[in-house]
Antibody, heavy 120, light 110 residues
Framework: QVQLEESGPGLLKPSETLSLTCTVS?????????WSWLRQPPGKGLEWIGS???????YYSPSLKSRVTMSVDTSNNQFSLSLNSVTAADTAIYYC?????????????WGRGTLVTVSS | QSALTQPPSASGSPGQSVTFSCTGT?????????VSWYQQHPGKAPKLIIY???KRPSGVPDRFSGSKSGNTASLTVSGLQAEDEADYYC??????????FGGGTKLTVL
């Protein structure tokens, strides 16, 4: 049974870099799937941040592309998100998820999510 | 690319059917059969209930069904149950390596 779990700091100051890791268990990250990050500001809707394939090929949301970097660590069955120059607008629950090929158009399952708050 | 458009709320009584709409453009919903629907209960992660317009993952009741006409996708929940009260989000591949979501519809079971 595949499970995903997000981890990382829950509180950041403006201009800092958000760094999160998703640990995948019960399934090899080297399998033929994308691995995605999505977020949800409190009380608001879902937003796709980006997706990465096992090879390291990445796809990012156009609105976040300039600030996002994703990476994959197949040896530890993990993938990571880095978002620089954060502002209060980046406060959200961040989810990692397994996404289907060829175009990451659906995701299942999702991790439980981790709340990241940006505040001075 | 703009978000997909969903009505903010919907309601129905137990046993009834309710249909949610999700409107996009001819560059996303109208072009690709890559529409998905997610159910989210308060404080929980989203759960996939429909993918590729009409397909249901294993374990999702057949009370949930999806369809598409032109630039609008729809999710129908038949035989409403109290446990169906949740937020429902649609998403679509938008081309150019982009994935877009709707703003969500809050379903209230009366």
């Amino acid at each position: 049974q595949v499970q995903l779990e997000e981890s990382g700091p829950g509180l950041l100051k403006p201009s800092e870099t958000l760094s999160l890791t998703c640990t995948v268990s019960g399934f090899s990250i080297s399998s033929h799937y994308f691995w995605s990050w999505l977020r949800q500001p409190p009380g608001k809707g879902l937003e796709w941040i980006g997706s990465i394939y096992q090879s390291g090929t990445t796809y990012y949301s156009p609105s976040l592309k300039s600030r996002v970097t994703m990476s994959v660590d197949t040896s530890n069955n993990q993938f990571s998100l880095s978002l620089n120059s954060v502002t209060a607008a980046d406060t959200a629950i961040y989810y990692c998820a397994r996404s289907v090929v060829p175009v990451f158009h659906w995701s299942d399952p999702w991790g439980r999510g981790t709340l990241v708050t940006v505040s001075s | 690319q703009s978000a997909l458009t969903q009505p903010p709320s919907a309601s129905g009584s137990p046993g009834q059917s309710v249909t949610f709409s999700c409107t996009g453009t001819n560059s996303d919903i109208g072009y690709y059969n890559y529409v998905s629907w997610y159910q989210q209960h308060p404080g929980k992660a989203p759960k996939l209930i429909i993918y590729e317009v009409t397909k249901r993952p294993s374990g999702v009741p057949d009370r949930f069904s999806g369809s598409k006409s032109g630039n609008t996708a729809s999710l129908t929940v038949s035989g409403l149950q109290a446990e169906d009260e949740a937020d429902y989000y649609c998403s679509s591949y938008g081309g150019s390596d982009n994935l877009i979501f709707g703003g969500g519809t809050k379903l209230t079971v009366l």
